[in-house]
């Protein structure tokens, strides 16, 4: 019997890892340039010496590292000249205070100074270091070139990363990379005057976290189970002792 309460508690811990993925990814359907978390599981085996009955048990499935979907977003046409969007593999960079960080969400404006910034003020940066624009029309090439009233006024730092690189997600489509691990991109475009979308489908996203919970629930319902037979063997049973 313990050995079904530790296998319903690790699924419920499990299952209620997957809920809150579910329920953030949900949460930032409408997120410009959010990329969804994807859950994956892993068996949790018992040592060759356990019983056959205990390995039977205890050989459930956890919840692994969630790793995410790096996958396009759709492009919304939004007519604004800094509103810029990405096609292909790779980020805007970006001067946070705590570093470098990298995003898809291309929603920038200018500051009174002329700084080009993102939604929360954050620096962002060119070829060679934050981008200053002079008053006037920008306009912005697929390749990340700006040119102001026709005279080039900056290069967006465009960055890709290896299949290998582990890029940690920080909230609000930001995301840190270890040091030195960002290269140029190389298949990498940019679509001025538009925004690329989360790439969570909202509908899918709402069936999977009803459908996790239920899941929950049922380990939930074992657990108690487990629980109030225990409890019922120990008022049989201990009296006899």
């Known amino acids: 019997?313990?050995?079904?309460?530790?296998?319903?508690?690790?699924?419920?811990?499990?299952?209620?890892?997957?809920?809150?993925?579910?329920a953030n990814n949900l949460a930032n359907a409408n997120t410009t340039g959010f990329r969804g978390g994807r859950t994956s599981f892993k068996t949790q085996m018992m040592t060759a010496s356990a019983s056959v009955s205990t390995r039977a048990v205890n050989s459930f499935g956890v919840l692994g590292s969630p790793r995410t979907d790096f996958s396009q977003g759709s492009l919304q046409q939004t007519g604004n000249s800094l509103d810029l969007a990405l096609e292909g593999s790779g980020f805007f960079a970006v001067q946070a205070p705590t570093g470098v960080q990298y995003t898809r969400n291309g929603n920038f404006h200018l500051t009174r100074d002329g700084a080009l910034v993102t939604g929360q003020g954050y620096l962002v940066l060119g070829a060679d270091g934050p981008i200053t624009l002079p008053g006037g029309n920008a306009e912005i090439s697929s390749a990340g070139v700006i040119s102001v009233n026709g005279d080039v006024a900056g290069q967006l730092q465009l960055t890709a990363f290896d299949s290998s690189v582990h890029l940690t997600p920080l909230g609000d489509a930001y995301f840190s990379a270890p040091a030195a691990a960002a290269t140029a991109a190389s298949e990498l475009s940019?679509?001025?005057?538009?925004l690329e979308s989360s790439n969570v489908n909202p509908v899918e996203s709402a069936v999977s976290l009803i459908e996790i919970q239920r899941n929950a629930e049922m380990m939930q319902r074992a657990l108690t189970t487990f629980h109030d037979e225990f409890n019922k063997i120990a008022v049989q049973d201990l009296p006899r002792v």
């Open 1 to 22: 019997m313990n050995n079904g309460i530790y296998a319903a508690s690790t699924g419920l811990l499990a299952r209620t890892q997957e809920l809150d993925l579910a």
């Open 190 to 194: 940019v679509r001025q005057g538009s």
